[in-house]
Each structure stands twice: as C-alpha cells, then as structure tokens.
C-alpha cells in the first residue's frame, strides 16, 4: 500500500466510490452503512445506476476523503461482503 507521501492524492479530497452488486433493497444500504462507518458525516454525493436488465445496480457514493487509511478501510470493508461483486 502507498503510504500518504506517495499517493498521488492531496487529502482532503472529494473522491467517488463505486460499488456494484445485486439490485436487492439492502444492497444499497449496505453500501451507505458501510461508508457512514468510515466517512463519518463526511458530506456524500449518491447516484445509482441500474443495469439494462435490472439485475444489478451500481452506487456511487462521492465523500470528502481525509486519508489514503481511511479509503482502504472503506474498500477493506466493502469487498468483505458477499452482496458486493466489484468495488472501484
């Protein structure tokens, strides 16, 4: 993992998180509850896309980052569960 000096961003920073799973009404909870626990009341930016068949659904959630640790937290935690398929 790159360290904070060798990161090429400048934190703070407005940064998008995008998640993608199974269009399910817990998923995008899941993702919402999973980033309030890293971002705190960090402002967030939310939009959700469908995909063409209505099978899956991406969130993307944009947050004020205020670290490279706090960013890996979010992304440790979203990939440990098993509705998330992709984390970018």
């Not at 790159?2 to 998640?19: G, M, N, Q, Y």
């Not at 993702?31 to 626990?37: C, E, F, G, K, N």
């Amino acid at each position: 993992m790159a360290t904070e000096d060798e990161s090429p961003l400048r934190f703070p920073c407005r940064f998008p998180i995008k998640v993608m799973g199974r269009n399910t009404p817990e998923f995008e909870t899941l993702v919402m509850q999973t980033i309030a626990l890293h971002a705190g009341e960090s402002p967030m930016d939310i939009d959700r896309r469908q995909s063409s068949g209505g099978r899956f659904v991406s969130v993307t959630v944009t947050i004020t980052a205020e670290s490279r640790d706090q960013l890996d937290c979010i992304y440790r935690s979203l990939t440990a569960s098993e509705q998330v398929l992709f984390a970018l």
